[in-house]
């Protein structure tokens, strides 16, 4: 996904950041403002233990797939229904149950009628998040999930499983600048793509992972771990309203929408960092809460706290270090003329605590 902070491209950066301050003995990696997975999925692969926590349930359903689940599905409860035939040669559960919802005859269900120009055209407001057909095949897998699970055909993980990989397709057909704060005036030629699920890259490992829904505020100070690592937002844009689209995909649960945009209820998701007035001190008691050895702060150069802020307010808990990369900035604008940015390029930071 094209992720407001995603750190795809950092995840060398900041593994040999993490690695060379920690000691061997740390096996458990608290990432506690997860967002699409990337880093706890990653460093799943290093080995350690993840603890994911975020308070998006979209980014929830991802980290449940991506992090918690350790082997492919076996989707048994589906196979007896599709009555599949298993050869040696083609039989694999996961494509099996991924090819019958792609070819699932689309419904006019409720991202149809809220967020594609068919199902809007003479409302309000006209939305054109999808395209008319890209619409009605997410409500028909979505309803498709929702009754096998309800029937009690689906394991959890098969669920998330599930919910992840339609939640991975619909964002590659949006029609946006690849946040959901406003849609197109014009259907992009990716959003004319039909909606197809694919395979998750899921990690195999021998650990128990844990994965929670929560404010990363309320869990810091009760779940213990070695590592916590913080990447919480860094300006004002709040990710409830920039991905609402999504929050309303993976819950299914048909909230009334408000403007032109069509944003849902959030008022309980807006997170402190967001905000100069609360967010230094919110860190503050982030740190000093933990019952971490290591706490690493992912930031940059152009985020509402300040570097030498963030140094002030670490420094008193233990032994600190910096290590900084240049790095592209996040552009959400697809005309770039409609925004004036301050520079290409920022400073990426990660910051290094040892607690004493």
Aim: glycine letters at 6%; charged letters at 30%.
């Amino acid at each position: 996904m094209n992720y407001i902070g995603s750190k795809y491209s950092l995840l060398h950066f900041l593994e040999k950041g993490i690695l060379r301050k920690i000691d061997s003995s740390c096996r458990v990696f608290f990432d506690v403002f997860a967002g699409t997975g990337t880093v706890g999925w990653h460093f799943k692969q290093q080995g350690f233990r993840i603890v994911a926590n975020d308070i998006q349930y979209y980014a929830y359903c991802l980290n449940r797939a991506l992090v918690k689940i350790n082997q492919a599905p076996e989707f048994s409860g589906i196979l007896k229904e599709l009555k599949v035939i298993r050869t040696a040669l083609f039989y694999d559960a996961v494509d099996v149950v991924l090819e019958y919802l792609n070819t699932l005859k689309g419904k006019a269900g409720f991202v149809y009628r809220n967020y594609c120009p068919g199902g809007t055209a003479g409302s309000a407001f006209r939305r054109q998040y999808f395209s008319d057909e890209n619409g009605r095949r997410c409500d028909a897998v979505r309803m498709q999930i929702e009754a096998w699970r309800e029937e009690g055909k689906l394991t959890e993980d098969e669920y998330f499983y599930l919910l992840a990989s339609l939640i991975d397709a619909v964002d590659k057909v949006a029609n946006t600048a690849s946040v959901y704060g406003a849609f197109l005036k014009r259907i992009k030629k990716s959003a004319m793509k039909p909606l197809r699920l694919e395979r998750l890259a899921i990690v195999e490992s021998d650990e128990d992972h844990d994965v929670y829904n929560k404010n990363g505020q309320q869990l810091v100070e009760r779940l213990p771990c070695d590592v916590l690592y913080m990447d919480p937002p860094y300006n004002q844009r709040q990710y409830c309203a920039n991905y609402h689209v999504l929050e309303t995909i993976a819950r299914y649960d048909h909230p009334e929408l408000k403007g032109v945009t069509g944003l849902r209820p959030y008022d309980g998701q807006k997170s402190d960092f967001c905000t100069k007035k609360r967010a230094l001190s919110t860190f503050d008691e982030m740190v000093r809460k933990t019952r971490a050895r290591y706490v690493f702060l992912s930031y940059n150069s152009e985020g509402i706290m300040q570097k030498d802020e963030i140094l002030q307010t670490i420094g008193p808990y233990g032994e600190v270090d910096l290590v900084t990369r240049d790095y592209q900035r996040f552009r959400a604008d697809i005309d770039r003329e409609n925004r004036v940015y301050k520079a290409d390029r920022v400073e990426e930071y990660l910051f290094c605590l040892k607690k004493r």
